[in-house]
């Protein structure tokens, strides 16, 4: 109780008054949290634009704020929604990434500042909590973290934890080698090396998928490896949830979308997010649901 006093007189925000969940952020909160039904974990770290003055700017690492990626998590929402008859939980930060990282080990993420430091823990432990409920009444739970990035090929990023210097590597020796027990697959049910690269980048993968609606992605059958091009093979927060032990399998893939065509219009963003959204459940029924024993189940 201390602590949560000492928070609340730190800072206008007050930390100690808000709910642990729900369905909309209060003026000027830091996360936005909202419950799902399905075994979908929406997470953005970036997107937000709040700058209160009572916490300190970050002075160290990436600062600026991957634009209109907050509202485009929230046009993926809609239209996971309109897919699948069911709602993705979707945890957001409202805060400028001048503010926070989220997608950054506490020191980095919040440098020192104990509120910050505490509006970090809330918001791993939000998703903690997402991918545990799916874990409990799914069997296991899919994480997307989404981002934008500025590279110069507008292609759809894919990020597996896997560098780029694996994903040269053929498929069969990549099936055959250390790399691919570290990617962000897996832990997919019943998926042996060759399965696991057949998930990421073969014809039924989500790069597949985008692809073959027009998105220009990476991996993917027609891209299946950035070459010299920069690329994000994912960072902390599919780092550590899909490592995390939840009771069951967590798959996290984080998304890296361009600006131009992407994100730039609403007319834009919903579109890709449609897309994105039939993308993820045909992923989802190869992969995951059309076994004859499916790990993952979709609500009823």
């Excluded at 690329?231 to 890296?256: K, N, R, S």
Aim: net charge neutral.
């Amino acid at each position: 109780m201390k602590r949560r006093a000492f928070l609340h007189s730190a800072t206008a925000l007050s930390l100690a008054a808000w709910p642990e969940s729900g369905r909309s952020a209060e003026p000027g909160a830091p996360l936005e949290v909202h419950p799902g039904t399905l075994p979908l974990v929406l997470s953005s770290p970036h997107g937000g634009r709040l700058r209160p003055a009572d916490l300190p700017d970050r002075t160290t690492g990436v600062l600026s704020a991957d634009r209109n990626t907050a509202e485009l998590t929230k046009a993926l929402t809609k239209a996971v929604t309109t897919v699948f008859g069911a709602e993705p939980h979707r945890i957001l930060s409202c805060l400028h990434r001048i503010k926070l990282d989220p997608n950054r080990e506490i020191d980095e993420a919040a440098q020192g500042h104990p509120v910050t430091g505490e509006i970090w823990q809330r918001y791993h432990d939000h998703i903690a909590g997402a991918c545990r409920t799916a874990v409990r009444t799914h069997g296991g739970a899919v994480l997307l973290d989404l981002h934008g990035h500025a590279h110069a090929l507008r292609r759809v990023e894919l990020g597996y934890l896997l560098s780029a210097e694996a994903l040269t590597l053929s498929d069969a020796r990549l099936a055959q080698s250390a790399e691919v027990r570290k990617c962000s697959l897996r832990r997919l049910p019943g998926a042996d090396g060759a399965g696991l690269v057949e998930a990421l980048r073969g014809p039924a993968s989500l790069g597949a998928f985008l692809s073959r609606e027009g998105y220009s992605a990476v991996p993917s059958p027609d891209l299946p490896a950035p070459g010299d091009h920069p690329y994000f093979q994912g960072g902390y927060t599919i780092t550590h949830h899909v490592a995390a032990d939840y009771g069951g399998p967590v798959l996290g893939i984080q998304i890296e979308t361009p600006f131009p065509s992407v994100r730039g219009t609403p007319e834009e963003r919903e579109h890709f997010a449609m897309v994105l959204a039939r993308a993820l459940k045909s992923w989802m029924e190869q992969h995951l649901l059309n076994t004859s024993d499916p790990k993952i189940r979709l609500p009823s």
